[in-house]
Structure formats: C-alpha cells, structure tokens
C-alpha cells in the first residue's frame, strides 16, 4: 500500500496583514510571514497557522528556500488567490471554485498524480482564462512553473539561488528540468486573483524594472538558449521590459 502524501499547503505573505484572501478557501493554509509581522498576522488570522523563518531569511526567494527545506511534501500558494478557476468550461459556465473541500482535492490529486509519475515538482499550468485552455493538452510535463501556485515533493533534490530578487519561478524550473527532466503541471486548473501586481506589500515593495532585466541576464547567462525574451502576444500585449519566458528544448 502506497504511503500517504503529507501536503502542507502555504502561503507566503508580507505587509498584507487584513488583505489575505487564499485562506477562504484553503482552511488549512500555513501562513509564511516575516519574523516582525508575525504578531499582527496571528492578531488577524486567529484560525490559521502562522510560522516565521529565522530574522535573517529576507526576500520571497530565501523564504521559498527556507519552505522547501523545513517541508518535505509542500504546495506554494499566493495570498490573493480568490478561487481556482475551472478551464475546461462550456459556454455559459461558472468557472470559479470557491468550495475548500473541492479545492482541497485538486490540490491533492495534483500531487499524488505527480508522486505516480514520478514527477518531483507540480502545479497548475500558467492560464488564466478558459478560452486560453487547450482541451488536446489537459497536462504538462515541461515548461514554466509558476511559484504562485507550486508544489514540492519529498527528494526533489532542488534548491534555489537566494541571490535572485525575482525570477526565482524561472530558476527552479529550469533547474528542475535539468535535474529531473520533467514536473507535472495540471493546466485543466488556473488560478482567480485580486489586485494582483496592484496591491501593497509582498514583492511589490521591493521589486523594480532594473531588478526583471538584470534577472534575465542571469538566467540567460545560467541556462542559455532556455531562456528567452519575452514579446507581445494576442493574449498578453502590456510586456514589461525584462520579462522572460522558459523555453526547453524537450
């Protein structure tokens, strides 16, 4: 009999005390706060789990580095998911699921059809919108992984260079590809978010447009010909300068 997988599911938040919205439909979520803040979160969020990395663990990158560390099965979630999103959707139906227990068990199936692959890094594919689903590629084995909705399992062997300000998505799944070769990504599902790139707080109080180039110059530089600029498209036409894309060559 298979052992069972012991997914903690967190959050990572920071100067968002009072605008988390992930844990309406994740119950069970951990969240990740910096050492200072953790009072206020606990004040705010008395139903939740709320731990802190050591005082010098600073910037989402360290701490996404410190969660894969203390948890050996592990889901990263965002604090401003307001639903996951059902893609493969007809005409005229909702596509939001707000119900923990469903939500729960997308989770949950993701890992452990991750686990019976053989995979050692999971998620939901990079789409937002139904239109944006392609019914012929229900899942993904390679690719980009977005570390806002991204999970670790038990002996992934991964680390992240803390060096990084951002990018650190664009890291790992490259690293993973060269390690692992392949992770399994569920594109069936997105995510809802609110005030995404607009609210205070999280990386949006440090991150600059200096910071995304100079990443993609690392990332160039670490991986080659993976890494590629990223242009205007049909579905996204607003690019930032700097912004980057993952492209294997498997």
């Not at 069972?4 to 938040?13: A, Q």
């Not at 990395?53 to 580095?65: E, F, L, M, N, Y």
């Not at 909705?149 to 664009?170: A, M, P, Q, R």
Request: with cysteine; aromatic share 12%.
């Amino acid at each position: 009999m298979e052992e069972e997988i012991d997914l903690t599911i967190v959050c990572p938040s920071k100067g968002r005390v009072g605008k988390v919205h992930t844990h309406k439909f994740i119950p069970s979520l951990t969240l990740v706060v910096p050492h200072a803040e953790q009072k206020a979160y606990k004040e705010e969020y008395p139903d939740l789990k709320v731990v802190s990395p050591p005082k010098d663990v600073k910037g989402i990158t360290a701490t996404r580095q410190w969660i894969i560390e203390k948890y050996d099965d592990v889901f990263m979630i965002d604090d401003d998911v307001i639903a996951i999103k059902k893609l493969y959707t007809g005409k005229g139906e909702h596509s939001d699921i707000e119900d923990p227990e469903e939500v729960l068990g997308i989770i949950l199936r993701m890992a452990y059809m991750a686990r019976d692959m053989g995979a050692k890094m999971f998620g939901f594919g990079n789409l937002r919108a139904p239109l944006q689903y392609r019914s012929h590629q229900p899942y993904k084995f390679t690719g980009y992984q977005n570390a806002s909705y991204c999970g670790f399992l038990k002996g992934h062997d991964l680390n992240y260079d803390v060096t990084y300000k951002e990018g650190e998505d664009h890291y790992i799944s490259c690293l993973n590809a060269y390690k692992n070769r392949y992770m399994f990504m569920d594109t069936r599902y997105g995510i809802h978010t609110k005030d995404n790139f607009q609210s205070t707080g999280g990386c949006a109080d440090y991150r600059t447009q200096t910071d995304f180039i100079e990443t993609t110059i690392k990332l160039r530089k670490t991986f080659g010909n993976a890494i590629h600029i990223k242009s205007a498209s049909g579905g996204k036409k607003n690019i930032y300068k700097g912004e980057r894309t993952v492209s294997l060559p498997f």
